[in-house]
């Protein structure tokens, strides 16, 4: 089935990009489980090495099953062209990868799912690039925050976790403007809840082992390109504009144009980096995404749920959920995000350190992991985990403070998970 946009998401997420098997019939996608595909002779071994047709050589670069969910996160996204990744880190690697360069920067969101703010703060400093973390909630920060040598702006839709949700349009108008393209994590919000490609982002990023596969099976990232940005405007990205050596002066931007982006990530991102999703997890995920509207729609009204049911609680100080009429972010979630604001929401637990330990160990139905967007709901407590090696200021700064805890709300009925913290906090709290 071709993505023809006249099709709903619910259609799109079970049928684009795949089709019944050609060799066999087969109706659900098989696990093409090969390193290697026969060339048909040595002229097409050619023309695949030329990326003069498009083909399978091998797993580390292009895969079918692989191929077949590239294609439905794409037509979920709205973009041209995606190309997974083994992690939702390798996905962000793989978006930077070839915008950057020794003395480049991404200036990135100060609320960004833990994970990103070291990989963006220390690691990629062995690459030579740097990050500026700016407040999102003010596009004229952004805008100052960029300099000659900024290749990305780098924001999350609905950042992870504290009920913060971004308005996309104000920062790619401020990335436009600029010249440099906007990336956007979706990870939290997922394609059903939003599509930061029509709201101007250029690049979507994904960690796929979250609300995509949905039940905690694997991990997987993916990358999904608009299509739309000028990579040749100027001199910024010379790895999309300029002569390609590795493959006879060949320019992805002039040859492959709205693919250029796509094309990169795999024959030099994937083919160099070999940060590759194998096919086992690709299937997983396409079977996770044939849910997925129905699980974030039970995702958001459970959350909404408890969520209402903590704030009223009197062992609660606060919660933080965009989904509620207290949140400063309510508004612009109504606005930017009808359908909900996802199943994540952290709140305090009054008591602090000692009472939160205690809650995480009391629940029965929720698992104490790190891990989120799972079928299955999950708590965690930051400060003795997640955030253990930071000080009580960092800690407070980075909304996990030592009497909040996390949780990603699953699809089980919300009368057993209120049921289920209502008993632990009475522990807790007693
Ligand atoms: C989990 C997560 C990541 C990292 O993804 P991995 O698959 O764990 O590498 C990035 N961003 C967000 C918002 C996440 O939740």
Redesign the pocket.
């Known amino acids: 089935m071709s993505e023809t946009p006249t099709f709903g998401f619910d259609t799109l997420q079970i049928h684009a990009g795949s089709k019944p098997d050609p060799a066999t019939g087969a109706r659900q996608t098989p696990i093409y489980q090969s390193t290697a595909f026969v060339f048909r002779d040595a002229d097409h071994a050619a023309a695949l090495f030329n990326l003069q047709e498009v083909g399978f050589i091998y797993s580390r670069l292009t895969n079918p099953t692989v191929a077949v969910l590239q294609e439905r996160i794409a037509t979920l996204e709205g973009g041209v062209g995606a190309v997974c990744c083994s ?6 690697i793989m978006a930077l990868f070839p915008l950057m360069g020794p003395g480049c920067n991404v200036v990135a969101s100060t609320r ?2 833990g ?2 703010v070291t990989q963006f703060s220390q690691t990629i400093k062995r690459f030579g690039w740097s990050a500026k973390f700016v407040d999102f909630d003010d596009p004229a920060a952004v805008a100052e925050a960029i300099d000659d040598n900024t290749r990305a702006v780098f924001g ?1 839709s609905i ?2 976790p504290g009920g913060y949700v971004t308005d996309i349009r104000s920062i790619a108008d401020v990335a436009d403007a600029a010249g440099v393209p906007l990336i956007i ?1 979706n ?2 919000a997922t394609p059903y809840l939003c599509n930061p490609i029509a709201h101007g982002a250029t690049l979507v ?1 994904h ?4 609300y995509l596969t949905g039940n905690g099976t694997v ?3 993916v990358v999904v390109d608009s299509g739309t940005f000028d990579w040749s405007a100027n001199d910024k990205f010379p790895s999309l504009s300029q002569p390609e050596p590795a493959y006879h002066g060949l320019k992805f931007h002039e040859t492959f144009g709205g693919l250029a982006f796509t094309f990169h990530g795999i024959a030099i991102g994937l083919r160099d980096l070999g940060m590759t999703m194998n096919p086992q997890a690709a299937h997983y995920t396409l079977m996770g995404i044939e849910t997925l509207s129905l699980r974030m729609e039970r995702h958001c009204e459970n959350a909404r749920t408890v969520a209402s049911w903590l704030e009223q609680d009197e062992r609660v100080d606060y919660v933080t959920y965009a989904g509620l009429p207290s949140s400063p972010y309510y508004e612009r979630g109504q606005q930017h995000y009808p359908k909900g604001t996802g199943g994540l929401f952290t709140f305090a637990v009054r008591g602090g350190y000692d009472a939160c330990v205690k809650l995480v160990n009391a629940l029965e139905i929720f698992s104490h992991v790190a ?3 799972d079928t299955r709901s999950l708590i965690i407590h930051s400060a003795s985990t997640t955030h253990r090696q930071l000080t009580p200021e960092q800690q407070e700064a980075a909304g996990a403070g030592p009497n909040v805890v996390r949780i990603s709300i699953g699809i089980e009925n919300a009368d057993d998970l209120i049921a289920d913290l209502d008993q632990a906090l009475a522990k807790a709290t007693a």
């Open positions: 992690s939702g880190h390798a996905a962000q960004l799912y994970g990103t999350e950042a992870n994590d990870t939290s990023v960690s796929t082992t979250k991990t997987g990232g891990n989120l967007g």
